[in-house]
Each structure stands twice: as structure tokens, then as C-alpha cells.
């Protein structure tokens, strides 16, 4: 706490405790004010216990009635003489003299908590409140046992101070006014002290302090301008030659600091360069590596494709004209069968050895499955050679669902049932979308990796049994100018703190020696550099992940053009 603002509340202390005494008398005066009800209470009633034991010894030959008439007469001539409400009671309660003269005789109805019954009883005064038709707000009471001389207890007095009350209250609210003016008085006049105190006192320590703050924020060339020849005045000379010290000492310090913050900079500018120049050294290294590997699996499988193609194409053909000699054949024998029906024995006997009648339910059946057979492994040869796209041009028009189609068979064999798991589903939902013009070859690569990952994935969930039906959803469709293909798996998902460095190279969740980690960084650079679209993965921890391609298919018809404008220019220049 600041010097000025303990001497302000120093100040206000004293303040406050002056108006706190105040209260306090306005509380005495309060309690004075019942104190002079009470003594005038019993200054009555002695003076009316005087009378009746006058009236009892000197006058004993009276009547009862001549007795309470005279008291009659005393109790108004009191009123008269002091403007408050009087009554006398007996120890019955019965009022034996009132200044309403019509309440006497009756008994007293408005000592409901029977505060006269007890003082009645133990003499002590008692006060308490009246309130009826009459006093709707109520009236003060005060009640004092009425005694004769020799101490014998005859009734009680009841006497009205509500006057009295009243008027040590409005003593008690001007006494209160008063003090609170002196209270607010001393507290401006302890603000204004303050103030001066704070300016004449704590404004050279505000300047040290502010010096200090600004030293410590490193503003060195700090000083402070006290000239006083006390005891600031010594700090002050001494905090002005601490700066001077820290200022040289500074000086010198970041003169050297300088030096070696270029040399470290220059070293961290070498490391940096070199992490970057093996890091690119070593990207480069992976994708010609994994471009070499496509190259020989695009040309092996093409060339593998073409060796099948053209056995397969021939027996295929000759199956044709099989089938049709061979039904040609089995409609001779039913009509041999037909026209001869008791053929030779000799032809009997090779017609039980041979089973005609089973060659001839058979042997179509054979030829159908075969033409299947042949016409499957033309599908596969077919599929080979869409995948790898070595008999198209580099950049053409191609349907996707294709490419979708070909990647699929050929991972039929980790799709379909294996001996410890259940078969993947796949499921299509593919839309209307027009053939685009892209680099086929690479987009099948990169349907392959998404493909293979989520294949991947819903293995991972087998094995942890929290997958019990495994499914791949590829969904396409045209969404305004771009072409948009996803494809989703309900697998373990992917946590979100690593889906920031999904796409970087090397990065991969998979065990060594599973994964180079350049699988999905690759994709990303053909659908963002080669095709100028987009690659984003939307997952999260046991929700499976969803893997969006969007690929703007006027920006590839643009990006085609200009290819094809560079590859005329370079047949030019040739």
C-alpha cells in the first residue's frame, strides 16, 4: 500500500471513529431519555403512594369512595401539569384513577403481555407499547409499582413518555446530522491531506519507483532529477550512478553478445541449409525411387498383360466357334438317337462305357464355364492394363470410375474374405461425372495408396475387434466445376493431433518396415501440383476416416493446353 493512501485511510480512520462515538451517544441519549420516563414514573407514583398513605393514617374515618375521589383529583391535577396520559391500577388491574374518567372501575385490556401483572408482582419498572384505535402507531408506556410509605405494594402507575421519547429522538437524529457533517468534513479534509502529503512526500518516491520499472525493462539510459538533501536525495544519487554502471556494463555486454549472435546464426544458417539440402536430397531420392518402382510395375504389368492377352484372346475366340460345333455335334447324336434307336451292340456298349447321356448334359456346361474362365482373365488383363495406362498418352481424357474399378481388382485379394477376417465391403455410390483429362497413370497411383491405407486401417480394427462389419464407401460426383471422388472406411480413424502432418514426407503411424511414409505425401503432390486440386482427410478416433479428391476439371483442360503448347514448342525446337 502506497505513503499517501495509508495516511488517507489514517485520516478516514479517525473519521469514522468519530462518527462511530457519535452513534453511540445518540444511543445514550436514547437510553437517558427512557432513564428520565422512569424516574418521572416513579417520581409519581411516589408522591401518589404518599397521598394514600397520608390519606390511610390521617384520614382513616374517609370512605373508600372519598379516598379514590381525592386520588381522582391528584392523578388530573398531574396531567394538567405535565401533558401525559396517567392511570392508577389495583393489584387486580382494576383502574382506580384514569384522566379518562370512564375508564375507571374496569379493568385494564391493553396490558396484553401482562407487563403491569409482573411489576405488579416484583416491582420493577417496565416499558412497553399501547396500540388501539385510539393509537393506531402506538403510544410509550411505563409502568412503576404504586407503594405506600411502609413499602406495602397497592397497584402500579402507568405513565405515558412517548413526549419525552420523542424528543430525546429528534436530540438523538440533530446530534447524528451533526456528526455526519463533521465526519464528511474530516474526510475531505483528509482527502486534501492526503493529496498534499502524497505531492510533497511520495511524488520523489513515484519517480524513483517509475526509474526503477523502466531500468528494469531495460531502458538504461533512465536518470531521475531530485535535488532535495535528505535521505531521497541520497537514493537518487546513487540509483543515477547505478544506471550509469549498468549502462557501461550493458554496453559491453551486447557488443560481445552481437558477435557471437552472428557467428551462431551463420552456423544455424549452415545446419539449416544442410538438413534442408539431405531432406530434399533424400524426398528426391523416395520418389524417383517410387517412381522407378511404378515405371518397372506399369511396364511389367503391361508387358505381362499383352503376353496374356493375346493366348487368352485365342482361346476366347476358338471357345466361340467350340461351343457351336460342339452343339452341332450333340444335335447330330439326337437325331442318330432319334432315327436309330436300336443302334448295334457294339454301340450300345460304348454308349454305357462313354455316359453319352451325361456328356451330353455336361459338356455345355463345361464350355460355359470355361468361356467365363477366359472371359475373367480378359477382364483382369484388361484392368492391368488401365491401371498402369503405358499403352495411353501421358495426359487424356479418362473416366475415373475406371481407374476406381481396375485399383479395386486388383486388391481383390486383400478385399475378399481372408481365414481370420471377414470379407471388406465395398460399396459404390457413383455419380453422373464427365470423362476428365488427367494424368491417369498417377491418379490410379494415388487411388491405389488411398485404397491400400484404408484396407490397411480396417485390418488394424479386426484385429482390435472393434470393427464387426468392415466397409469402404467410394462415392464421386460433380460439385460445380470439380470433379470430387470419396472414399471412406469405418476403421480405427485418425487422431487429430497428427492430421496436421499427414501429407509431410517420411511421416507414417505404421510399425518399420510397413511404410516409407511417402505414400500419402505423393498423392498430395498429384492432386495439388500435377492436377491443381485438392487432397484433405476428414476423421477422427474410432470414426473411421474419409479421404476427399477434388480435381478442377476446367483448370486440367487449361493446365492439358499448355502441355501440349510446351511439347510442340520442344517438337519445334527439335
Known sequence: MKISQKLILGVLGMATLSGIIAAISAHQQLKIAKYLAQQEAEEVAGLLGYFVSYELEYHKMRSREEMLAHLQEHVQALHKQRQRDLEIVDRNKIILADVVAEDIGTRLDHDRNNEVGKTIQDGIPRTYVETSSEYPKGIQLIAVAFKTTNSKTFGAVILEYTPLYKAALATAHKNIFVTSVISLACGIFALATGYLISRSISKPIKQLQQAVVNLAEGKLDTRVNIRS?????????????????????????????????????????????????????????????????????????????????????????????????????????????????????????????????????????????????????????????????????????????????????????????????????????????????????????????LLANAIDALEESLQKDICPNPWIRISSEQVNENAVIRIADNGVGIAEAIQSRLFDPFFTTKPVGQGTGMGLSISYQIITEKHGGSLQCISSPGQGAEFIIAIPIRAVKSAQLSICDRHAYREKSA
Open 229 to 449: 538533501h535528505d535521505e531521497i536525495g541520497e537514493l537518487a544519487t546513487s540509483f543515477n550512478k547505478m544506471a550509469d554502471d549498468l549502462q557501461y556494463s550493458r554496453d559491453e555486454f551486447v557488443n560481445a553478445n552481437e558477435q557471437l549472435r552472428n557467428e551462431i546464426t551463420e552456423r544455424q544458417q549452415a545446419e539449416i541449409e544442410l538438413q534442408q539440402a539431405l531432406k530434399d536430397l533424400k524426398k528426391t531420392q523416395i520418389q524417383l525411387i517410387q517412381s522407378e518402382k511404378m515405371s518397372s510395375l506399369g511396364q511389367l504389368v503391361a508387358g505381362v498383360a499383352h503376353e496374356i492377352n493375346n493366348p487368352v484372346n485365342f482361346i476366347y475366340g476358338n471357345l466361340e466357334h467350340t461351343d457351336d460345333y460342339t452343339q452341332q455335334l450333340l444335335l447330330l447324336i439326337k437325331l442318330y438317337q432319334n432315327y436309330y434307336p436300336n443302334p448295334e451292340p457294339e454301340i450300345q456298349n460304348a454308349n454305357q462305357v462313354v455316359d453319352i447321356e451325361y456328356l451330353i448334359e455336361d459338356l455345355p456346361k463345361m464350355l460355359s464355364s470355361m468361356k467365363m474362365g477366359a472371359k475373367r482373365i480378359r477382364e483382369i488383363v484388361l484392368s492391368l492394363r488401365i491401371f498402369s495406362r503405358l499403352d495411353e498418352a501421358e495426359f487424356k481424357t479418362v473416366d475415373l470410375h475406371e481407374g476406381i474399378d481396375s485399383t479395386l481388382l486388383i486388391l481383390q485379394h486383400r478385399i475378399k474374405a481372408q481365414n481370420n477376417r471377414l470379407e471388406i465391403q465395398v460399396i459404390k455410390e457413383y455419380g453422373e461425372m464427365p470423362k476428365i483429362q488427367c494424368f491417369a497413370g498417377q491418379l490410379n497411383q494415388v487411388f491405389m495408396n
